[in-house]
Protein backbone atom coordinates (compact mmCIF):
# COMPACT_ATOMS: atom_id res chain seq x y z
CA UNK A 1 0.00 0.00 0.00
CA UNK A 2 0.81 3.07 -0.64
CA UNK A 3 3.00 5.29 2.27
CA UNK A 4 3.03 8.83 3.86
CA UNK A 5 3.07 11.42 1.23
CA UNK A 6 4.78 14.66 1.30
CA UNK A 7 4.40 17.35 -0.96
CA UNK A 8 6.43 19.39 -1.84
CA UNK A 9 9.85 17.69 -1.47
CA UNK A 10 11.45 20.85 -1.31
CA UNK A 11 10.65 24.45 -1.07
CA UNK A 12 12.77 27.56 -1.03
CA UNK A 13 10.61 31.01 0.39
CA UNK A 14 11.99 34.36 1.45
CA UNK A 15 11.20 35.85 5.06
CA UNK A 16 8.63 36.97 5.86
CA UNK A 17 6.29 34.46 3.36
CA UNK A 18 3.99 32.07 4.16
CA UNK A 19 4.15 28.13 3.45
CA UNK A 20 1.67 25.36 3.72
CA UNK A 21 2.97 21.81 3.45
CA UNK A 22 0.78 19.08 2.62
CA UNK A 23 0.71 15.66 4.29
CA UNK A 24 -1.07 12.61 3.00
CA UNK A 25 -1.47 9.68 5.41
CA UNK A 26 -1.65 5.81 4.85
CA UNK A 27 -5.32 4.77 3.61
CA UNK A 28 -6.98 4.17 6.74
CA UNK A 29 -4.53 5.86 9.78
CA UNK A 30 -6.29 8.41 11.30
CA UNK A 31 -3.73 10.47 13.29
CA UNK A 32 -1.35 12.42 11.91
CA UNK A 33 1.47 14.07 13.55
CA UNK A 34 4.26 17.11 12.27
CA UNK A 35 8.00 17.24 13.12
CA UNK A 36 10.66 20.19 12.39
CA UNK A 37 14.25 18.88 12.41
CA UNK A 38 17.45 20.88 12.20
CA UNK A 39 20.96 19.73 12.69
CA UNK A 40 21.00 22.06 15.93
CA UNK A 41 17.45 21.28 17.86
CA UNK A 42 17.68 17.37 16.22
CA UNK A 43 14.00 15.95 15.66
CA UNK A 44 11.10 18.22 17.30
CA UNK A 45 7.42 17.14 17.78
CA UNK A 46 5.03 20.25 16.15
CA UNK A 47 1.35 19.09 16.94
CA UNK A 48 -0.62 15.68 16.52
CA UNK A 49 -3.67 15.30 14.79
CA UNK A 50 -6.55 12.81 15.18
CA UNK A 51 -9.81 13.16 13.27
CA UNK A 52 -9.61 16.21 12.63
CA UNK A 53 -8.72 17.51 16.36
CA UNK A 54 -5.54 18.60 17.41
CA UNK A 55 -4.69 16.16 20.23
CA UNK A 56 -1.09 17.30 21.21
CA UNK A 57 1.41 20.18 20.66
CA UNK A 58 4.59 21.08 20.87
CA UNK A 59 6.69 24.04 22.14
CA UNK A 60 6.43 26.01 18.74
CA UNK A 61 5.17 29.69 18.23
CA UNK A 62 1.59 30.37 17.08
CA UNK A 63 2.84 31.27 13.23
CA UNK A 64 3.27 27.45 13.01
CA UNK A 65 -0.21 26.01 12.72
CA UNK A 66 -1.90 22.54 10.91
CA UNK A 67 -5.62 21.29 10.33
CA UNK A 68 -6.88 17.87 9.41
CA UNK A 69 -9.26 17.48 6.49
CA UNK A 70 -12.08 15.06 7.28
CA UNK A 71 -9.80 12.81 4.42
CA UNK A 72 -7.11 12.99 6.73
CA UNK A 73 -4.91 14.61 4.85
CA UNK A 74 -3.05 17.31 7.00
CA UNK A 75 -1.72 20.58 6.06
CA UNK A 76 0.14 22.80 7.89
CA UNK A 77 1.36 26.24 7.55
CA UNK A 78 4.00 28.58 8.55
CA UNK A 79 3.66 32.08 8.66
CA UNK A 80 6.13 35.01 8.61
CA UNK A 81 9.20 33.42 7.82
CA UNK A 82 12.20 33.41 9.47
CA UNK A 83 15.63 32.21 8.54
CA UNK A 84 15.27 30.16 11.76
CA UNK A 85 12.26 28.37 10.17
CA UNK A 86 14.67 26.45 7.53
CA UNK A 87 14.70 22.85 7.95
CA UNK A 88 12.95 19.48 7.22
CA UNK A 89 9.14 18.84 7.84
CA UNK A 90 8.44 15.27 8.60
CA UNK A 91 4.73 13.70 8.37
CA UNK A 92 4.07 10.36 10.30
CA UNK A 93 0.78 9.08 10.32
CA UNK A 94 -0.89 5.94 12.68
CA UNK A 95 -3.85 4.41 12.97
CA UNK A 96 -3.89 7.33 16.42
CA UNK A 97 -5.32 4.18 18.21
CA UNK A 98 -3.60 1.88 19.84
CA UNK A 99 0.38 0.93 20.37
CA UNK A 100 1.41 0.66 16.76
CA UNK A 101 4.44 2.33 15.77
CA UNK A 102 4.01 5.67 13.24
CA UNK A 103 5.37 5.63 9.70
CA UNK A 104 7.07 8.42 8.27
CA UNK A 105 6.87 10.44 5.12
CA UNK A 106 10.44 11.38 2.80
CA UNK A 107 9.77 15.13 4.21
CA UNK A 108 9.85 18.35 3.08
CA UNK A 109 13.17 20.20 2.65
CA UNK A 110 12.07 23.99 3.67
CA UNK A 111 14.53 26.69 2.75
CA UNK A 112 13.91 30.39 4.08
CA UNK A 113 16.49 33.05 2.49
CA UNK B 1 6.62 11.11 28.88
CA UNK B 2 9.92 9.37 30.65
CA UNK B 3 13.27 10.70 29.38
CA UNK B 4 15.44 8.27 28.20
CA UNK B 5 19.41 7.96 27.62
CA UNK B 6 21.64 6.56 25.03
CA UNK B 7 25.09 6.67 24.01
CA UNK B 8 25.82 9.13 21.54
CA UNK B 9 27.79 6.87 18.82
CA UNK B 10 28.68 3.41 18.31
CA UNK B 11 30.20 1.51 16.22
CA UNK B 12 29.77 -2.62 14.83
CA UNK B 13 31.81 -4.96 12.60
CA UNK B 14 29.66 -6.09 9.47
CA UNK B 15 28.10 -9.44 9.82
CA UNK B 16 28.50 -8.98 14.06
CA UNK B 17 25.68 -8.06 16.75
CA UNK B 18 24.52 -4.95 16.92
CA UNK B 19 23.85 -4.32 20.76
CA UNK B 20 22.11 -0.62 21.27
CA UNK B 21 21.81 0.28 24.59
CA UNK B 22 18.78 3.06 26.72
CA UNK B 23 18.18 3.78 29.87
CA UNK B 24 14.64 4.74 30.94
CA UNK B 25 15.03 4.67 34.63
CA UNK B 26 11.48 7.15 35.17
CA UNK B 27 9.41 4.78 32.83
CA UNK B 28 5.75 4.25 33.89
CA UNK B 29 3.80 1.27 34.00
CA UNK B 30 1.90 2.25 31.23
CA UNK B 31 4.68 3.45 28.85
CA UNK B 32 6.26 1.80 25.78
CA UNK B 33 9.92 1.39 24.79
CA UNK B 34 9.61 2.16 20.65
CA UNK B 35 12.75 2.15 18.37
CA UNK B 36 13.37 4.20 15.32
CA UNK B 37 15.89 5.00 13.30
CA UNK B 38 17.07 7.30 10.51
CA UNK B 39 19.40 7.13 7.49
CA UNK B 40 20.60 10.41 6.31
CA UNK B 41 18.29 12.78 5.27
CA UNK B 42 15.25 10.06 5.32
CA UNK B 43 12.43 9.87 7.62
CA UNK B 44 12.41 8.01 10.79
CA UNK B 45 11.94 4.00 10.28
CA UNK B 46 9.73 2.30 13.14
CA UNK B 47 11.64 -1.13 14.23
CA UNK B 48 10.13 -2.50 17.22
CA UNK B 49 8.69 -1.29 20.51
CA UNK B 50 7.46 -3.26 23.45
CA UNK B 51 5.94 -3.53 27.30
CA UNK B 52 7.70 -5.80 28.96
CA UNK B 53 7.97 -8.78 27.32
CA UNK B 54 11.34 -9.46 24.86
CA UNK B 55 9.93 -8.66 21.48
CA UNK B 56 11.33 -9.88 17.89
CA UNK B 57 10.47 -9.31 14.43
CA UNK B 58 11.89 -9.23 10.90
CA UNK B 59 14.44 -6.54 11.89
CA UNK B 60 15.61 -6.20 15.21
CA UNK B 61 15.06 -7.96 18.80
CA UNK B 62 14.20 -5.73 22.04
CA UNK B 63 15.30 -7.04 25.28
CA UNK B 64 13.72 -4.83 28.77
CA UNK B 65 15.28 -5.60 31.92
CA UNK B 66 12.63 -7.22 34.33
CA UNK B 67 13.13 -3.47 36.08
CA UNK B 68 11.91 -2.24 32.90
CA UNK B 69 14.67 0.97 33.52
CA UNK B 70 16.63 0.21 30.67
CA UNK B 71 16.19 -1.76 27.22
CA UNK B 72 18.72 -3.15 24.43
CA UNK B 73 18.04 -3.32 20.67
CA UNK B 74 19.32 -6.14 18.95
CA UNK B 75 20.33 -6.73 15.23
CA UNK B 76 21.41 -9.66 14.60
CA UNK B 77 23.35 -9.23 11.65
CA UNK B 78 24.77 -5.97 11.14
CA UNK B 79 25.28 -4.49 7.73
CA UNK B 80 26.26 -1.60 5.96
CA UNK B 81 22.83 -0.53 5.43
CA UNK B 82 21.93 -0.59 8.91
CA UNK B 83 24.11 2.50 9.45
CA UNK B 84 21.82 5.32 10.83
CA UNK B 85 20.87 7.21 13.71
CA UNK B 86 18.80 4.86 16.56
CA UNK B 87 16.64 6.30 18.86
CA UNK B 88 15.10 4.59 21.91
CA UNK B 89 11.21 6.70 22.81
CA UNK B 90 9.01 6.37 25.67
CA UNK B 91 5.52 6.79 25.44
CA UNK B 92 2.04 6.21 26.76
CA UNK B 93 -0.33 4.62 23.67
CA UNK B 94 -2.04 6.85 21.30
CA UNK B 95 -5.23 6.95 22.76
CA UNK B 96 -3.51 8.13 25.96
CA UNK B 97 -1.74 11.43 24.53
CA UNK B 98 1.18 9.73 23.72
CA UNK B 99 3.03 12.31 22.10
CA UNK B 100 6.64 11.12 20.28
CA UNK B 101 9.47 12.70 20.99
CA UNK B 102 12.90 11.77 19.73
CA UNK B 103 16.27 12.60 21.92
CA UNK B 104 19.27 12.94 20.06
CA UNK B 105 19.75 8.67 19.52
CA UNK B 106 22.43 6.43 19.04
CA UNK B 107 24.49 6.96 15.75
CA UNK B 108 25.57 3.82 14.93
CA UNK B 109 28.21 3.23 12.03
CA UNK B 110 28.74 -0.21 10.83
CA UNK B 111 32.45 -0.94 9.13
CA UNK B 112 32.85 -3.45 6.46
Known amino acids: KAGVTQTPRYLIKTRGQQVTLSCSPI?????VSWYQQTPGQGLQFLFE???????NKGNFPGRFSGRQFSNSRSEMNVSTLELGDSALYLC????????????FGSGTRLTVV | DAKTTQPTSMDCAEGRAANLPCNHSTISGNEYVYWYRQIHSQGPQYIIH???NNETNEMASLIITEDRKSSTLILPHATLRDTAVYYCIVRVPDNQGGKLIFGQGTELSVKP
Open chain 2, 50 to 52: GLK
Open chain 1, 27 to 31: SGHRS
Open chain 1, 92 to 103: ASSLGQGVRGYT
Open chain 1, 49 to 55: YFSETQR
